[in-house]
């Protein structure tokens, strides 16, 4: 365990130094407090007893609680796709490839990005929230005096089903999002079906999906990995609450978009 | 019998407790009184095991359970209840079921067997038919006996009360105190409570311990610490706000 320099006690010319040292060896110890959190919580997730009926109630919690989002924010952001993408190519005569640029825009980037972004921002929020009012109030220390392991019981479940539900909410997203851009592209701007849907098929790779997949999968590990570590170790009272909930979600988001560069530029 | 030796534990710079001693009987009610913010909590954290120690031991039939971990650990709290002080329901879940979770979770009852067991502690803290409430819809005083079925759904062999009492009014506070008294006299668990209520706590208490500062600085039955020649037991006792000199304490 580290413990920071207090830069008082040091030489004035020295201080600046130790400071620096401090705030360092405390981004250390957060960054090692972060993974063991993460550690302890995937050990639950393959050690049992497992918790089912938590599963169930978390898929329901972080899944079917996002659907409707997922649907709608889904639905607009392949009709703005589909609009500005077509305006685009219709300036170089390229209109019939709307379907293929709507379509690797999403699976690739957009749809793991924003639905992950967008279910930070109802269940992961509410990851925290609960979390956090739950240590408040000492539920988390009743667990425990009921020889319940809190981390059994409340995080592997969540991070499990965030790899579950969120392959499958993006997969929604995606689908949703390419009929959005058909509805704009050829509904309202007179593309042809065939030409949407089938240049699709001729550039849509198996890669592009697994590209996808990955990343929905490591943004269902992320969301509720760091959501729940902020409800956890919020601090006190409904301030220290809000607090968490809030670096929650920016903490998260943030993650999701350099993780999903990282990802973009190692995956195929 | 839960003994206690040498308990040390500070937060930061600051010394909570600096060595407390204290030896709790089995079948005993023990309480532990002394004003907000002297570690009584703090103490009885420890004795659950929530809290490590910097210094000392605690020790439950023999068993250091401040070296415990993990499975061997919640292997002593198997035999804990803890009633805390906001009772600490679980607000996304009914009154019945609150009281249900420890049996659902720990035990192999069947769902029969666990629903008689849960209306018969609701019938003895006087809860009969409130079982589909939500915590939030009922009054903290119910919520207080709530949690005193659900710490005793299980049939601990110890339950810890940390101030079980608080917020609630003058006739509530004896309503519960008699209630916890009936059920000890019926489950003769040993019972450890944490309260400032005076002097009320006399005449539920077996015996009485006074934590100042950090320190036990009084143990004994009622009455002996009521005549307690100490003069902070004496200040606390009487609720006098005038200090006690430096030299004249412990």
């Not at chain 1, 009709?79 to 305006?87: A, K, P, T, W």
């Not at chain 1, 959501?227 to 929650?248: I, L, M, P, S």
């Not at chain 2, 401040?66 to 709290?77: K, N």
């Amino acid at each position: 365990m580290f413990s920071s320099p207090t830069p008082e006690l040091w030489p004035a010319p020295l201080r600046p130094i130790a400071a620096l040292g401090g705030l360092v060896l405390d981004v250390v110890s957060a960054l090692g407090r972060f993974g063991r959190f993460f550690a302890q919580a995937v050990g639950y997730v393959v050690i049992p007893p497992f918790k089912f009926g938590r599963l169930i109630d978390r898929i329901h919690f972080i899944g079917f609680r996002s659907l409707i989002i997922v649907v709608l924010t889904g639905a607009f952001t392949g009709m703005v796709l589909g609009l500005q993408i077509f305006l685009t190519l219709s300036r170089f005569g390229s209109e019939a490839y709307l379907g293929p640029a709507v379509a690797l825009s999403l699976i690739r980037e957009l749809g793991p990005v924003l639905c992950a972004v967008f279910v930070t921002g109802l269940a992961g929020s509410a990851l925290t929230a609960e979390i956090g009012i739950m240590k408040i109030t000492e539920q988390i220390d009743a667990l425990q005096v009921m020889a319940l392991n809190p981390m059994r019981y409340l995080v592997s479940p969540a991070i499990l089903a965030g790899v579950i539900t969120f392959p499958l909410l993006t997969a929604i997203f995606d689908v949703v999002g390419i009929l959005g851009g058909y509805l704009v592209g050829v509904e309202l701007l007179g593309l042809s079906p065939g030409t949407y849907f089938g240049e699709m098929k001729t550039f849509v790779t198996m890669s592009d999906l697994m590209t996808g997949y990955w990343k929905a999968i490591s943004f269902g590990i992320i969301v509720p990995w760091v959501c729940t570590y902020k409800g956890f170790n919020c601090g006190h009272g409904a301030e220290g609450v809000a607090r968490a909930t809030t670096q929650a979600v920016v903490l998260t988001s943030i993650l999701i978009l350099v993780w999903d560069y990282f990802l973009g530029s190692v995956l195929p | 019998m839960i003994r206690v030796q040498g308990l040390h534990k500070r937060f930061g710079s600051q010394p909570v407790l600096r060595g407390i001693d204290l030896d709790i009987a089995t079948g005993e009610i023990m309480v532990v009184i002394g004003r907000s913010g002297g570690g009584k909590s703090v103490l009885l954290k420890h004795l659950i095991g929530l809290l490590r120690p910097d210094a000392g031991t605690v020790a439950v039939d023999g068993t250091e359970i401040t070296r415990l971990r993990g499975g061997e650990l919640d292997r002593v709290r198997e035999r804990y209840g803890v009633v805390f002080q906001g009772g600490a329901l679980f607000d996304s879940m009914s009154v019945s079921d609150n009281v249900a979770f420890p049996l659902r979770e720990r035990s192999r009852l069947g769902a029969a067997e666990i629903r008689g067991r849960v209306e018969e502690k609701l019938e003895q803290v006087g809860l009969s038919g409130m079982g589909h409430k939500n915590p939030a819809e009922i009054s903290g005083g119910m919520r207080k006996r709530v949690a005193i079925a659900r710490s005793l759904v299980t049939e601990p062999e110890i339950v810890f009360f940390d101030e079980p009492t608080t917020g609630l009014d003058p006739i509530l506070v004896n309503t519960i105190h008699h209630l916890i008294v009936e059920l000890h006299r019926k489950f003769r668990f040993t019972a450890v409570m944490v309260s400032h209520e005076i002097p009320e706590i006399f005449e539920i208490a077996d015996r009485v311990a006074m934590l100042h500062e950090g320190v036990i600085v009084e143990v004994g039955s009622p009455e002996a610490v009521r005549a307690s020649a100490n003069p902070i037991v004496q200040q606390f006792i009487r609720g006098d706000i005038e200090t006690v000199p430096a030299g004249q304490r412990r």
